[in-house]
């Protein structure tokens, strides 16, 4: 039960932040002496300063003042460190609850631990100065700033029990996606979700400037926050005796009314949505450091943002640091072997309940498998190559739906998106659930409750940070969205992509499920949004970072589509990109040969070819390889090159061409550059050493180049792709004015072919012959565009002819 | 004089808001029978209907408003359309004022214009669905949405006489760049600035769920806006009249109040922060459109969103497509020519304050030529190759100053930044301005004043805004920012290049000033910041565009900063992506070599290499090249190329070392695929056909590889980069955990000689030699890092040695 703090407590609450700050200037400053068992000499200081103190002590505060109620109402909490560099602060932090040497055995809770602690620190060969995922109890690094508290919320999802206090700082307060992100509160449920608790740390400056929330009068503040939904709780100054007097008091306010909001919702029911309290804390910018150095302001200054005292450069600073190490009596605090003295110590939470601990903090541990239906039951049928009129994302949203229900119970599965849910062709996951949403409703809506999982909001970033919450403390999602718009995470994929590949290299660490993107609206299918919503360049982004985390798939059907997204929903700790369509197209594979297909990432279409035997063999293809080969790899790119395909073989039967589909990209690259990669014997296989190919591709063609310079036979490729030409248009009008339609494929194929001094003389005028008749029609083509705003019809009526 | 409006006055515009609804609405499906002067058949219908009905009706309303107090106020007026699919809206307007035919002749003010105002809309050879930059008065697409007020107040800067009003979505208001750019008022100075007029657009929907902001009690909204600063004006309802009356009156309040404080300000000083107004217009979606549509709420519904009604598909629906049409009384619009009656033709502004034709909404009119001092007297002071110490940046600072100083009055160049000019090395444009803020100051403070020209706000997104509205308003500016960080506006980058390139296609377009990024603080220099800031893939990104629009330079030294600086500055309607290095580092070039490598934009370093003759010349190449071509590009490769060739020459004086520096990125592409692409000849007298390559890139390697993979020798390039490996560590460090520093540059480049068969069989065993101690020097710098979280002293103490 709540017990109000004592003087005596508070008294040691304040001894306990003394330790974390005793801490936190020693990993920035020391490289041995960490006990100040002797006087402080320049070799007792790292000779690099690369650390930040400015926003470490007010976090100090805030954990030491979170333990407190951990302790008190015995919470399940985590913590979300928004400012940037607040690592001293968490590391301290977790070193002192004990959890740091448990992970880090050779960091001990001694002196010589002390010494390894201060020296690893934002030092070469050590750890970051953020909350990395080398430090225990983080979800969130921040080196880039304005994800925290979507990333809390995305925790709080779906784990009714716990807390996710998240301290924001003033600065990241300033970016776009902080800014929308206070309005996460429309998108908790108090029965089902947990709690947020943000904490606005306001400490004035941000690297050299003021912050704008920490430099509006207190009442327009009140407002903003009121505003946003929250119900704002103050606390302000620094004197520290006071200061934790109002602290534990907000605290205490804040945990109660959070309590007392989810004790109505959940015995009750929920009347409306609920005013969750959040706490202001306004404390100095390097609270507790120097005043001033050489004459001007330090504490309270943007100055204390970084290392305020540089003792090499400046004989005076060796004594400041002395000073200023010692005022916080650290004899009190550690014994002579460098323990925390246990009457401290007992303030900190016990096993799992200690931030550093929590499971929800290493997802992976809590992490289950989804219940997946079999894809089977979903499939498209394809009675022949080229069945029409099937939209693949609308036979994924059955699945999906399934996905959605088998999981129901579990609750681990989430679908996000910037209200495109319905757009993107999903719309059958609304039979088995709701976009969650708290605010008012009206008539005339559907599919909107307080519990859901599906989440819209009209902010890829906050999308994108709630998935990545969500993903971190263990559970599933799908993120949907537009194909040009989703570079409006690139930076935040970043981030996620660096944390992936830093936390697989941290042992104790296990892996979470992948995070996945459908990019269900793309360049080619713009109809009605024209050049603005037309770029292919999200996956050239991707695969910049590093191989083990980066997938990429085009499947070119709806049972492609079903395949893939079924392999990506099982895979760990990848990025998964895949680009699909949402509109009614050819469908191509039945079920066994999608999978077949799908399974193997990349693979010759015999049925579209008419090579001889129809069989792909290193000895028989470099015997009698085809004339051309026609790679595709798009939906929209395997529609044109089948259809360029059908011509060819009609107007030029003698002519062998190989058509090869490639559904997952990074089998193009070499095997030594990523785990899917091709070997050069499987790659040459596929297409050869020498034949000329033509590939129509779905993004920007050099993205191909970019992953086949290195073999064999990259001097005879030859790439079509988006080249930054669109407007509103015909879906086949833009493949024209890229020139990966249909018929520049079968004109660039003959000018290969014939170039590579292929076919006998007759065929050699058949292909000239055949070049004329299409440019013929590319006249024809325009002129209908101009004069009726429509298609040829025979590309309208055109359906799949060669097929066995 | 301002009069308040009549009733009679309120009836007109309620007709001109109707002719403005039902050119919209015709717009959306009309093909022929553009005056009803017939029974409307289907034939008379656009075959496909690409166009988007809801936010229009509510656009028109203001746009017909806001010419009301354009002209009763005489104001120099712009209007910026953030909601998706504006278009209908702005095109009717501007054709109603007429700038739309002046622009457009064949558009006419006719039947016949009529018609191909309608056909061409939303259309497949016509015009976007957005206010693109084919329509007159936009400087906002808002394709993607999220920009139109940080684009608004960027407009806003330094044209005190100028309004713009900003019309925002209630669905854009999701985003996190617009949730923060409500705080633009912050830095907006009523003196020397123009004024902002939001209007806040509630009209409930998405695409296909309520929006945030429509859905919080009125109460909330109000202190939300409060909190933002703001001083907000309601207007609700759906009645005509009354909402006719109501609007009129905000507007009224809104200018006096935008008047009464510029007026206070101007005159006496200001005193404190004003309250600007903005209003929120609460209007049904589709509002007007028709009631519901096969018994399903359409007005006032998300499903007004696009098109509500397919007569093709749905026999009813061209009824009431017809009763629709009609329902706004177009016989009393238009005359039986189509032109619009001539007492409502007077509503609209004459000249050049109607918004079509404001020409700070064409800035490339208003554009002048920036002041630039000459770059030779910043010059940094390079006695010889390698002269140390110097940071590049530093070396800009001074010159930058002086561009604010020379363009003082003309009130033309800004610096935008997210908190970064002082740590990105430009303190000292400090001497020559201050931060533009108009929030509280504290003391400490420092270059804080409610004007000033850097502009300073911890969200990329708003600089990146701020800056295109300042841009394309005809004025000049400069991001600065760093490199990892850039990747947060890659979607904003795509957006201003598409309107740049289509822009360039517009005749009566002018061109506008380039837009400047410095990326000053890079991947390879983040010693204390570590992995999460470490990402050179902006260039990557940028490259997807059209060559026309993209330049990308790397400037080795400070001489060459400055001349690229100089150069991007002149220069109009490009993107400008500059890296450089703001830490000391060594100089190479002389100002004149400096703006001759600059000039050349790709070079022979001949001094650093050691060919005989030291010349280039196809001739001479060939007959007797080089063992090897060191190139490099940016500024910490060429300094580790530069220590490796050292290293080299000393080592192995026998072996011929050509050395090839790049500053301008894109002299690697053909010619054909770039502006400044080189020749095959010229590429190939730089760096062979057959020659070794050894590349050290700044980016990720496959940049280089993409854009030289047409080159004959392309084969024979190796590059080194970025490969995704990082953590806080020394500089040095950070190159050996990429292998792009000096040791391994020399070894791969022995590995490279010796595999292409060059040398004799003495030099191979000196080269064999030269590894292996290169090997242990490897495992030397590890223990290094290791044991002292230093570098060898020899790359501590390393100076260029074999300069001339």
Same mark, same amino acid.
């Given at each position: 039960?709540?017990?109000?703090?004592?003087?005596?407590?508070?008294?040691?609450?304040?001894?306990?932040?003394?330790?974390?700050?005793f801490l936190s200037v020693g990993q920035i400053f020391l490289w041995d002496n960490p006990l100040l068992k002797r006087r402080l000499t320049l070799e007792d200081v790292k000779p690099m300063l690369l650390g930040h103190w400015g926003t470490t002590p007010g976090q100090n505060f805030i954990y030491a003042h979170l333990n407190r109620v951990i302790k008190s109402f015995d919470l399940d909490m985590i913590y979300v460190c928004g400012p940037g560099h607040g690592g001293p602060a968490?590391?301290?932090?977790?070193?002192?609850?004990?959890?740091?040497?448990?992970?880090?055995?050779?960091?001990?809770?001694?002196?010589?631990?002390?010494?390894?602690?201060?020296?690893?620190?934002?030092?070469?060969?050590?750890?970051?100065?953020?909350?990395?995922?080398?430090?225990?109890?983080?979800?969130?690094?921040?080196?880039?700033?304005?994800?925290?508290?979507?990333?809390?919320?995305?925790?709080?999802?779906?784990?009714?029990?716990?807390?996710?206090?998240?301290?924001?700082?003033?600065?990241?307060?300033?970016?776009?996606?902080?800014?929308?992100?206070?309005?996460?509160?429309?998108?908790?449920?108090?029965?089902?979700?947990?709690?947020?608790?943000?904490?606005?740390?306001?400490?004035?400056?941000?690297?050299?400037?003021?912050?704008?929330?920490?430099?509006?009068?207190?009442?327009?503040?009140?407002?903003?926050?009121?505003?946003?939904?929250?119900?704002?709780?103050?606390?302000?100054?620094?004197?520290?005796?006071?200061?934790?007097?109002?602290?534990?008091?907000?605290?205490?306010?804040?945990?109660?009314?959070?309590?007392?909001?989810?004790?109505?919702?959940?015995?009750?029911?929920?009347?409306?949505?609920?005013?969750?309290?959040?706490?202001?804390?306004?404390?100095?910018?390097?609270?507790?450091?120097?005043?001033?150095?050489?004459?001007?302001?330090?504490?309270?200054?943007?100055?204390?943002?970084?290392?305020?005292?540089?003792?090499?450069?400046?004989?005076?600073?060796?004594?400041?640091?002395?000073?200023?190490?010692?005022?916080?009596?650290?004899?009190?605090?550690?014994?002579?072997?460098?323990?925390?003295?246990?009457?401290?110590?007992? /303030? +900190? %939470?016990? *096993? #799992?309940?200690?931030?550093?601990?929590?499971? @929800?903090?290493?997802? &992976?541990? !809590?992490?289950?498998? =989804?219940?997946?239906?079999?894809?089977?039951?979903?499939?498209?049928?394809?009675?022949?190559?080229?069945?029409?009129?099937?939209?693949?994302?609308?036979?994924?949203?059955?699945?999906?739906?399934?996905?959605?229900?088998?999981?129901?119970?579990?609750?681990?599965?989430?679908?996000?998106?910037?209200?495109?849910?319905?757009?993107?062709?999903?719309?059958?996951?609304?039979?088995?659930?709701?976009?969650?949403?708290?605010?008012?409703?009206?008539?005339?809506?559907?599919? /909107? +409750? %307080?519990? *859901? #999982?599906?989440?819209?909001?009209?902010?890829? @970033?906050?999308?994108? &940070?709630? !998935?990545?919450?969500? =993903?971190?403390?263990?559970?599933?999602?799908?993120?949907?969205?537009?194909?040009?718009?989703?570079?409006?995470?690139?930076?935040?994929?970043?981030?996620?992509?660096?944390?992936?590949?830093?936390?697989?290299?941290?042992?104790?660490?296990?892996?979470?499920?992948?995070?996945?993107?459908?990019?269900?609206?793309?360049?080619?299918?713009?109809?009605?949004?024209?050049?603005?919503?037309?770029?292919?360049?999200?996956?050239?982004?991707?695969?910049?970072?590093?191989?083990?985390?980066?997938?990429?798939?085009?499947?070119?059907?709806?049972?492609?589509?079903?395949?893939?997204?079924?392999?990506?929903?099982?895979?760990?700790?990848?990025?998964?990109?895949?680009?699909?369509?949402?509109?009614?197209?050819?469908?191509?594979?039945?079920?066994?040969?999608?999978?077949?297909?799908?399974?193997?990432?990349?693979?010759?279409?015999?049925?579209?070819?008419?090579?001889?035997?129809?069989?792909?063999?290193?000895?028989?293809?470099?015997?009698?390889?085809?004339?051309?080969?026609?790679?595709?790899?798009?939906?929209?790119?395997?529609?044109?090159?089948?259809?360029?395909?059908?011509?060819?073989?009609?107007?030029?039967?003698?002519?062998?061409?190989?058509?090869?589909?490639?559904?997952?990209?990074?089998?193009?690259?070499?095997?030594?550059?990523?785990?899917?990669?091709?070997?050069?014997?499987?790659?040459?296989?596929?297409?050869?050493?020498?034949?000329?190919?033509?590939?129509?591709?779905?993004g920007y063609p050099s993205l191909i180049h970019r992953l086949t310079y290195r073999r064999a036979n990259h001097v005879h490729l030859h790439v079509r792709g988006y080249k930054e030409e669109g407007t509103i248009t015909t879906p086949f009008d833009m493949t024209v004015l890229n020139e990966l339609d249909r018929f520049h494929l079968v004109m660039e194929t003959v000018k290969r072919v014939m170039a590579a001094g292929g076919p006998a003389r007759a065929q050699g005028e058949a292909?000239?012959?055949?070049?004329?008749?299409?440019?013929?029609?590319?006249?024809?083509?325009?002129?209908?565009?101009?004069?009726?705003?429509?298609?040829?019809?025979?590309?309208?009526?055109?359906?799949?002819?060669?097929?066995?």
């Amino acid at each position: 039960m709540y017990v109000a703090p004592t003087p005596a407590e508070l008294k040691r609450l304040d001894a306990y932040w003394r330790a974390a700050n005793f801490l936190s200037v020693g990993q920035i400053f020391l490289w041995d002496n960490p006990l100040l068992k002797r006087r402080l000499t320049l070799e007792d200081v790292k000779p690099m300063l690369l650390g930040h103190w400015g926003t470490t002590p007010g976090q100090n505060f805030i954990y030491a003042h979170l333990n407190r109620v951990i302790k008190s109402f015995d919470l399940d909490m985590i913590y979300v460190c928004g400012p940037g560099h607040g690592g001293p602060a968490v590391v301290a932090n977790t070193y002192l609850e004990g959890t740091y040497s448990e992970v880090y055995p050779h960091i001990g809770r001694d002196e010589a631990g002390l010494r390894r602690l201060f020296r690893q620190f934002s030092f070469p060969g050590g750890i970051p100065s953020h909350a990395s995922p080398e430090c225990p109890g983080s979800i969130h690094e921040g080196g880039e700033l304005g994800y925290s508290l979507s990333h809390a919320f995305g925790a709080a999802f779906d784990n009714p029990a716990l807390f996710v206090a998240c301290v924001i700082g003033d600065g990241e307060a300033e970016t776009g996606p902080l800014a929308t992100a206070w309005h996460s509160n429309k998108f908790l449920d108090p029965v089902t979700d947990g709690a947020v608790l943000p904490i606005l740390h306001l400490n004035g400056y941000k690297i050299a400037s003021p912050a704008v929330l920490a430099r509006i009068p207190a009442e327009e503040l009140t407002q903003f926050l009121t505003g946003c939904g929250w119900m704002p709780i103050f606390v302000s100054g620094h004197e520290p005796g006071p200061m934790h007097a109002q602290m534990a008091a907000a605290m205490d306010q804040a945990v109660l009314e959070i309590h007392r909001i989810q004790r109505q919702a959940r015995k009750y029911g929920q009347a409306a949505r609920p005013r969750w309290p959040m706490i202001v804390l306004n404390s100095p910018k390097g609270w507790t450091g120097p005043r001033t150095v050489d004459g001007q302001p330090m504490e309270g200054n943007f100055r204390s943002h970084q290392v305020p005292l540089h003792p090499a450069d400046h004989p005076g600073h060796l004594a400041l640091l002395e000073d200023w190490l010692h005022s916080y009596r650290p004899g009190e605090l550690f014994d002579a072997e460098g323990r925390l003295e246990p009457e401290l110590a007992t /303030l +900190a %939470p016990v *096993g #799992r309940r200690r931030m550093g601990a929590n499971p @929800h903090a290493n997802g &992976g541990l !809590l992490l289950r498998d =989804l219940h997946l239906p079999d894809i089977a039951s979903y499939a498209a049928e394809v009675p022949a190559p080229g069945s029409p009129g099937i939209s693949d994302t609308r036979v994924l949203g059955p699945f999906l739906r399934d996905v959605m229900r088998l999981n129901a119970e579990a609750r681990n599965f989430r679908v996000f998106g910037p209200d495109e849910t319905e757009s993107n062709g999903l719309t059958a996951v609304f039979d088995a659930t709701n976009r969650q949403w708290d605010a008012e409703t009206a008539p005339g809506d559907h599919w /909107l +409750a %307080p519990q *859901g #999982r599906v989440m819209e909001m009209l902010s890829e @970033h906050q999308c994108q &940070g709630w !998935l990545e919450g969500y =993903l971190l403390t263990g559970r599933h999602g799908l993120f949907n969205s537009y194909e040009a718009f989703i570079h409006i995470v690139d930076s935040m994929f970043n981030q996620h992509a660096k944390w992936l590949k830093v936390s697989a290299q941290v042992p104790w660490r296990r892996k979470v499920a992948s995070l996945n993107y459908l990019l269900a609206s793309h360049v080619w299918r713009q109809d009605h949004n024209g050049f603005t919503h037309q770029d292919p360049g999200f996956i050239d982004h991707v695969v910049n970072k590093k191989a083990e985390i980066v997938r990429v798939y085009l499947p070119p059907d709806a049972n492609c589509l079903l395949s893939v997204m079924d392999h990506c929903l099982r895979s760990r700790h990848d990025v998964n990109v895949v680009v699909a369509g949402k509109h009614p197209a050819p469908q191509w594979l039945t079920m066994p040969a999608a999978m077949a297909h799908c399974a193997a990432g990349i693979g010759v279409w015999h049925w579209a070819g008419n090579e001889v035997g129809n069989e792909v063999g290193t000895e028989s293809t470099t015997a009698a390889g085809p004339d051309v080969i026609l790679a595709c790899c798009g939906d929209v790119p395997t529609l044109e090159t089948l259809a360029a395909v059908s011509i060819l073989r009609e107007a030029l039967p003698e002519w062998t061409v190989r058509v090869v589909n490639v559904v997952d990209l990074m089998k193009l690259q070499p095997h030594d550059a990523h785990p899917h990669g091709l070997s050069d014997a499987e790659y040459d296989a596929l297409f050869t050493r020498d034949t000329p190919v033509i590939f129509a591709f779905h993004g920007y063609p050099s993205l191909i180049h970019r992953l086949t310079y290195r073999r064999a036979n990259h001097v005879h490729l030859h790439v079509r792709g988006y080249k930054e030409e669109g407007t509103i248009t015909t879906p086949f009008d833009m493949t024209v004015l890229n020139e990966l339609d249909r018929f520049h494929l079968v004109m660039e194929t003959v000018k290969r072919v014939m170039a590579a001094g292929g076919p006998a003389r007759a065929q050699g005028e058949a292909g000239a012959a055949l070049t004329r008749r299409l440019e013929a029609k590319l006249i024809e083509h325009h002129r209908y565009i101009r004069e009726y705003g429509r298609d040829l019809p025979e590309i309208r009526d055109w359906r799949w002819r060669l097929s066995a």
